[in-house]
């Protein structure tokens, strides 16, 4: 089965414009939820999304957007880019979208590195 | 709020030698706990969990971790380190009952390097 894959892989973006990130999860899995991970602030929950519906969110200013579609793919968009912003953004999809499930796990992709100069 | 605190940043171990790394939680009720493992350039893997059917749990690889709730802690260990082991650990907390954190809070990681 094939594991979660994120598109594209690094990405080089000026301060001002906007990016948008892609995510296939798990065949089957319905759960999809975002991470930024930097150096500094480490591993940081950016939002979920079961079922086309963002079902929770970390706190990050509005710049920081997602959605989901039918076939639970997903895609992040980041608009008026801040150097702040470059870090490695990685997707993880889960099978049960349901809390409290102990089969709850989040399967991780390799991540998608964004530069912002 | 829940938060996990990861003693070491960095941690550096004889091949062969055993390897500890440490993990602690906060949380006003048992969560469920996770070792994850990134090698440079890749995603997190999943090492192994914690979810209260067992406090002795063995992952991949050869880890295994437990849960001492005394101590809010989750110490991962391997008996013998390899230099496949050289890699980033990550623990993280979940909450187990419904409502609206269902995401994974994460450490700030540990560098473990193993010396030939």
């Known amino acids: 089965k094939a594991g979660v894959t994120q598109t594209p892989r690094y990405l080089i973006k000026t301060r001002g414009q906007q990016v948008t990130l892609s995510c296939s999860p798990i065949s089957g899995h319905r759960s999809v939820s975002w991470y930024q991970q930097t150096p500094g602030q480490g591993l940081q929950f950016l939002f979920e999304y079961f079922s086309e519906t963002q079902r929770n969110k970390g706190n990050f200013p509005g710049r920081f957007s997602g959605r989901q579609f039918s076939n639970s793919r997903s895609e992040m968009n980041v608009s008026t880019l801040e150097l702040g912003d470059s870090a490695l953004y990685l997707c993880?999809?889960?099978?049960?979208?349901?809390?409290?499930?102990?089969?709850?796990?989040?399967?991780f992709g390799p991540g998608t590195r964004l530069t912002v100069t | 709020a829940q938060s996990v605190t990861q003693l070491g940043s960095h941690v550096s171990v004889s091949e062969g030698a055993l390897v500890l790394l440490r993990c602690n939680y906060s949380s006003s009720v048992p969560p469920y706990l996770f070792w994850y493992v990134q090698y440079p350039n890749q995603g997190l893997q999943l090492l192994l969990k914690y979810t209260s059917a067992a406090t002795l749990v063995k992952g991949i690889n050869g880890f295994e971790a437990e849960f001492k709730k005394s101590e809010t802690s989750f110490h991962l260990t391997k008996p013998s380190a390899h230099m496949s082991d050289a890699a980033e650990y990550f623990c993280?907390?979940?909450?187990?009952?419904?409502?609206?954190?269902?995401?994974?809070?994460f450490g700030k990681g540990t560098k473990l390097s193993v010396k030939p």
């Open positions: 993280a907390v979940r909450m187990n009952y419904g409502g609206s954190q269902g995401n994974l809070i």
């Open positions: 993880a999809s889960s099978l049960w979208g349901r809390w409290g499930d102990p089969s709850y796990e989040q399967y």
